[in-house]
């Protein structure tokens, strides 16, 4: 299984939205906005970031796509938490249908809730930044592991790692499970903990039924009034997520992915330092981070057959 071929990009991309309602925040991808005293709106635009800096061109179409995702996902994993999504249509808060149609699809109103200042990472494989921990030190956030592993190995159990949440242009940093705890307070963080090993397990047996691979991903939680724990923001996207395809999967290799690792790997081609200003992406990589996407969520999420 691989990404379609790339096709020619005539969806409309949406860098910054503008609405008539108050704007809050407008982070690497998302958009927020003031949509009452208990409700958010919150609006997936087609802005791409790659190690923490958000790239000066859209990938058209992008906020559509994970938007759909995380709906799908946010319905999979009810069962195991609560999480944002309102029952508020968008058009209870964007009653002008001019204006609503320029974030459809791309936009859902949610609770107002507290995030948590830690994102919930769960490493399933060695890649990307534990990859580079594992060959220094033997470790992963800390964690010891076994000698001799390679890189993409399956590890001897599912790891959360969280790290911290950096604002726009600065890095986010890898912490262990007790800085998580001085952050959270010991009951919070392993509900938080446990919640997101119940989700990635569940997920990633799912998503092995569909051939894919879901090497390590990123939740974010908040919590209500009632200190309820809540799943926010994505949810298991190409933006949040590692995806592998089964057939070509090779531990000791960086495998073939349907997320944004493409698009880190051409950028490590350039010699950037990876602070901003981002480089522009050519036309023919964003047109083949579009075919990964799309993919990603044809594979995941269409009717089984």
């Known amino acids: 299984m691989a990404p379609r071929p790339a096709r020619a990009l005539n969806v409309e991309a949406l860098y910054e939205s503008r609405l008539s309602l ?36 859209p990938i058209p179409g992008k906020g559509r796509i994970l938007n759909a995702m995380s709906r799908f996902w946010f319905e999979r994993t009810r069962g195991i938490v609560a999480n944002h999504l309102s029952d508020r249509p968008l058009a209870s808060v964007l009653p002008d249908p001019g204006e609503r149609s320029t974030v459809a699809e791309r936009a859902v109103v949610v609770r107002r809730l507290k995030p948590l200042p830690i994102e919930a990472i769960v ?17 992963v956030c800390g964690v010891r592991l ?15 790692t969280p790290s911290t949440k950096a604002a726009v242009g600065a890095h986010d ?8 705890e001085a952050l959270l307070g010991r009951d919070l963080a392993r509900a938080v903990r446990e919640a997101s090993l119940k989700i990635y397990v569940e997920a990633a047996a799912y998503a092995a039924s569909r051939g894919v691979i879901i090497a390590d991903t990123k939740f974010e939680f908040a919590v209500d009034t009632d200190g309820t724990l809540v799943l926010i923001d994505e949810v298991l996207t190409p933006d949040s997520s590692r995806f592998w395809p089964k057939a070509s999967y090779r531990p000791g290799t960086s495998p073939a992915s349907f997320d944004k ?45």
Do not use: M
């Open 173 to 180: 940093e890898n912490i262990d499970y007790q800085a998580a």
């Open 261 to 305: 690792q493409y698009v880190r790997d051409y950028l490590e081609t350039l010699g950037w330092d990876k602070r901003p200003p981002a480089p522009p992406l050519p036309p023919e990589v964003v047109a083949q981070t579009v075919a990964r996407y799309e993919e990603a969520l044809r594979v995941l999420t269409a009717p089984a057959v």
């Open 146 to 160: 076994p000698l001799g592993l390679k890189e993409a190995d399956r590890l001897p159990e599912p790891l959360f």
């Open 123 to 139: 490493r399933g494989y060695l890649a990307g930044s534990g990859w580079k921990e594992y060959r220094q030190t033997g470790t």
């Open 22 to 57: 108050p704007l809050l925040h407008r982070g690497k991808v998302r958009d927020l906005y003031d949509a009452g005293p208990e409700h958010l709106l919150v609006v997936t635009t087609d802005r791409l970031s790659a190690f923490d800096c958000v790239l000066p061109n």
